[in-house]
């Protein structure tokens, strides 16, 4: 219908297979069963998102969008040279991010149709870093030749260094999506106890330590994060406690309350068929970490599953936190270097809930 929304996935069931072959990650043209041009996209017959639409054909398509994805960013003046530079379907690029780290432009990939674009992509930036995971590979149908890592980078956000490893490090490297929420954290840990719990590489106790937090700790399983976070102390010449432990058996076993406590787990819903264990993940989490935090004190959750919705979220944090009260100052999401299309909410995907706890 005229002025209808439509989503840039289209699901394989919901596609017409074609009349003749058309080899996987090709852009073809699109129409609905009335014949009505719905625009380009990457098809994948063998892929459960069949179809990933980039909207009306153009010439140079991928390098215009790139070119003004990289304006856009030019024009934010973030204060940092750590920053997303293609956010997906966010600029009209599904199945593309790029994250700018330093000199680096660490490029992941999550639909076959980049993999045949690829040197076109590399082509707009000096120095690149190509990856994907491998169950996207696997859901792709393709395998992603070997790259060897560049050397790690040192690079700066609001006054405080991190140390990006691309050998050892998730997704592109680093987490620039909490770029102003590590700002907001580190303002509201001035002289109180800290407390991070799934702190990856430091990102949040770095920042609160670096901002006179009176003590900090910080908790984590990944032993390759923890050896980041801890040349990431060194580097910012701040103290953290940081232990190699299971979030879950630290939360059940310490008693020590805090006056600001950070939940930031990874991702724990990846497809629809992980969002009831993944929501029982998060209630467990939010349910042990609240009750670190001391009366009056600060909780800051965080879920960066798109296919959890921001009230689905706050419904698992009332609930799960329903015998202490929670009193909401503030709800936030990614930076501005990660636009969100009306057309594919889920890529607002990054929510965090501020609150005093009474």
């Not at 940092?80 to 991010?97: F, I, K, Q, T």
């Not at 419904?315 to 799960?320: E, K, R």
Request: a neutral charge.
């Amino acid at each position: 219908m005229p002025g209808s929304r439509r989503h840039l996935n289209f699901f394989r069931k919901m596609v017409v297979k074609p009349e003749k072959f058309i080899r996987a990650g090709t852009i073809v043209n699109v129409v609905d069963r009335n014949g009505e041009h719905l625009g380009c996209g990457f098809y994948n017959p063998k892929s459960e998102i069949a179809l990933r639409m980039l909207g009306p054909w153009q010439e140079d398509l991928i390098e215009t969008r790139l070119k003004k994805a990289i304006e856009f960013r030019q024009s934010l003046n973030l204060g940092s040279n750590a920053y997303r530079v293609c956010h997906a379907e966010g600029d009209g690029l599904p199945g593309l991010v790029i994250d700018r780290y330093a000199d680096v432009h660490s490029i992941q990939i999550f639909s076959q149709g980049w993999l045949k674009h690829i040197e076109e992509v590399r082509g707009l930036f000096p120095k690149t870093y190509v990856t994907a995971d491998a169950r996207t590979q696997e859901l792709e149908g393709f395998t992603l030749p070997p790259e060897k890592p560049p050397e790690s980078v040192v690079v700066e956000e609001n006054g405080v260094a991190f140390r990006v490893d691309f050998a050892k490090g998730h997704k592109t490297g680093f987490f620039c999506d909490q770029r102003e929420n590590r700002k907001i954290v580190a303002e509201l840990s001035k002289g109180k106890t800290v407390l991070d719990l799934c702190c990856y590489t430091g990102g949040f106790s770095i920042a609160a330590a670096k901002a006179g937090a009176g003590r900090v700790t910080a908790v984590d399983m990944d032993e390759d994060a923890l050896d980041t976070a801890r040349q990431n102390e060194r580097l910012n010449r701040v103290k953290v406690d940081f232990l190699h432990a299971d979030v879950f058996n630290y939360c059940r076993q310490s008693r020590e309350q805090f006056d600001v406590v950070i939940l930031d787990p990874p991702k724990l819903v990846r497809d629809r068929d992980e969002i009831p264990t993944g929501k029982r993940a998060y209630y467990d989490m939010n349910r042990l970490a609240v009750q670190r935090v001391k009366p009056g004190g600060i909780f800051v959750t965080n879920s960066c599953s798109g296919l959890v919705s921001e009230p689905e979220f706050l419904d698992i944090v009332a609930s799960a936190t329903s015998d202490r009260e929670l009193r909401i100052f503030k709800i936030a999401g990614a930076g501005p270097d990660h636009p969100v299309s009306t057309l594919f909410p889920e890529g607002r995907y990054l929510k965090v809930v501020y609150a005093v706890v009474v």
